[in-house]
């Protein structure tokens, strides 16, 4: 007989996600500086305006603010709220999607999210992931994760390579 | 093909067929109630409902309340507050709604304000925020088309701010749904067909996005097949008991099956048409279905093709080559279309419905912010919205 089974820890995927959460944060930051489609859609968002992807129950989480008109990633203070929360249900979950096996369409679909905010801001920050993966992974992997690959020309393998170096390493 | 995973849920007993309205009394009396508040509106005290649901009381040991009958036709944050009070006030324990998806919407947000016990509502916003347990819930639908009774959806407008705030909870669930066909016998034939192919486009859609799973896809299709073989002949006699019970039921397997699926894109862009043009949002479903399946066919032609059978029959189907039954599909929608529109003048173009085309920006652009876009297997631009609109128009 089990009794008091305490469960493990999954250390691997805690790190996978973690890693990919920083690298989606990066590029979100450098994109909304110079990237179009994500600055329109970061436009109709006041300045001060807070968004956060959360990993049930215990994290790792992306929490990022509007500031001077460009997103920045930050640490929410302890009891700190967001204007729009979104929620992973479970690790596996997100490390799924961070290794590009689950698009966040999927994930919605499977109701393996939940949403806590106006609906509009949770389809514009969709809409910013989907942009940022785009230059994120190659067309091979986002086939898995976007309904639709963007055509890529000259201005987004410019973004992408962008993206990439300054972005990732500095957020710029 | 199977989903790789999936979730469906539907706690929802259902009292269906003549007599129904008769349970109710038993029914509380399970949950431990006796004293429920009746949600409803000044159309349905006006056409009489309200006094054939009283009646149906009579000889049990319940008393009502109080009936809160002026539900705005949307619901509405302030209303949801005033009838908290008043529910408070006449220290009620059940909730029974009565009329379509505003009535229902209210009452759900009711049932949230007084479960979880607070006065402030926007606090639930957003999905799977509510803990606490719900007050005893029955619905009892007097239209054919929104499925509210069994979906776990909730929109309340917010006056103040002008947004419409989703509530999403399992725990917004009715606990009994009671379908009983003298609620609708009197719908007039524009308001039978509207929410009869709201029902329509809820299955499609249900079967088709990306959410569907085999459980909502048996409801889905159970749904098409009631409502090919009914509709048209619900418009054409309103009087028609069994039709109008099959329809009831088509609504509710219908509402079952995207409460656990979802809608896509005809449901973004037909409430993006009722929000800026006020366009009915049966008829906004009626009128956009066809055009969205063309712009979905490629992708999911071959789910279409499927559902000739339940909507037209094993002839139709049979008859009609593989390669051509998703046009197929598409093209007995229209002229389902057209039917309906010969027998009580639904419009079936967006330009007779009152959309002008100087609206067509804001409604691609609030299209593109509604949730329902993102189950839609098919991406959609906001170049895609527009042309879709303009084929509809």
């Known amino acids: ?73 930050i640490r929410l203070k302890k009891n700190e709220t967001a ?34 905010g106006n609906i509009a801001d949770s389809m514009r920050f969709i809409r910013i992931v989907y942009t940022v993966e785009a230059y994120m992974f190659p067309k091979i992997l986002n086939k898995n994760i976007l309904k639709k690959s963007p055509k890529m020309d000259m201005k987004k393998h410019f973004n992408r390579w962008h993206i990439y170096t300054k972005g990732m390493i500095l957020g710029k | 093909m199977l989903p790789k995973y999936y979730e469906f849920q539907n706690p929802v007993k259902i009292n269906a067929g003549m007599d129904a309205l008769e349970t109710i009394p038993y029914e509380l009396k399970q949950m431990n109630a006796s004293r429920p508040i009746i949600i409803t509106d000044k159309g349905i005290t006006n056409a009489g409902l309200l006094k054939t649901v009283l009646n ?33 006030k006449h220290k009620c324990d059940a909730i ?40 005893p819930f029955i619905a009892i639908p007097t239209t054919s088309g929104t499925g509210s009774e069994v979906t776990l959806v909730a929109v309340i407008y917010d006056e103040e701010n002008q947004v419409k705030m989703p509530f999403t ?45 085999p459980m909502s896809d048996a409801y889905a299709t159970a749904a098409i097949k009631l409502i090919g073989e009914n509709l048209l002949n619900v418009i054409k006699d309103g009087k028609n008991k069994e039709a109008r ?16 699926s979802m809608v896509g894109a005809v449901h973004a862009i037909g409430h993006a048409c009722g929000a800026v043009a006020h366009i009915h ?30 909507l037209a029959g094993a002839d139709i189907y049979a008859a009609t080559g593989a390669s051509k039954r998703s046009q197929k ?16 003048k639904m419009p079936i173009r967006l330009s007779e419905a009152g959309l002008k085309k100087e609206q067509f920006e804001q409604v691609a652009e609030t299209a593109l912010n509604d949730g329902a876009m993102l189950p839609n297997p098919k991406e959609l631009s906001k170049n895609d919205v527009l042309e879709v609109l303009e084929r509809a128009f």
Not at chain 1, 93 to 107: C, D, E, L, N
Not at chain 2, 245 to 260: C, D, K, L, Q
């Open chain 2, 281 to 310: 949002h049966g008829t906004a479903m009626a009128i956009l279905l066809p055009y969205v399946m063309e712009f979905n066919n490629d992708v999911l032609g071959d789910l279409y093709a499927e559902l000739i059978l339940p």
């Open chain 2, 245 to 260: 019970f099959a329809m009831a039921n088509a609504s509710t397997m219908a509402g079952i099956a995207f409460s656990n």
């Open chain 2, 96 to 135: 029974i709604a009565l009329g379509g998806g505003s009535p229902m919407d209210t009452a759900k947000g009711v049932n949230i304000l007084i479960s979880e016990n607070t006065d402030d509502i926007r606090k639930f916003m957003g999905a799977d925020r509510l803990k606490s347990n719900m007050q």
């Open chain 1, 1 to 73: 007989m089990i009794t008091n089974y305490k469960p493990g820890h999954k250390l691997i995927q805690r790190t996978v996600v973690k890693t990919g959460f920083l690298a989606l944060g990066r590029a979100i930051e450098s994109a909304s500086n110079f990237e179009e489609n994500v600055k329109k859609e970061i436009k109709d968002w006041n300045d001060g305006f807070t968004f956060t992807m959360n990993v049930l129950p215990y994290g790792p989480n992306l929490a990022m603010r509007k500031k001077n008109g460009v997103l920045k990633m």
């Open chain 2, 56 to 88: 149906s009381f009579d000889d049990s040991d319940i008393t009502i309340g109080v009936v809160f009958d002026e539900t705005p036709p949307d619901s509405s944050l302030k209303t949801v507050n005033n009838i908290a009070k008043l529910y408070r």
């Open chain 2, 169 to 213: 909870s399992s725990k917004l669930l009715p606990d009994v749904a009671v379908l009983d066909p003298r609620m609708t016998m009197d719908l007039p034939p524009k308001i039978t067909a509207a929410t009869g192919m709201d029902a329509l486009t809820h299955a499609i859609e249900a079967y088709t996005c990306l959410q569907k799973n």
């Open chain 1, 83 to 116: 204007d729009l929360i979104v929620e992973i249900k479970n690790l596996s979950t997100a490390f799924r999607m961070i290794t590009t096996q689950m698009g966040a369409h999927h994930v919605f679909a499977q109701n393996k999210i939940g949403v806590s």
């Open chain 2, 329 to 344: 599909f598409i093209g007995l929608v229209k002229s389902m279309n057209q039917k309906i529109n010969e027998l009580c």
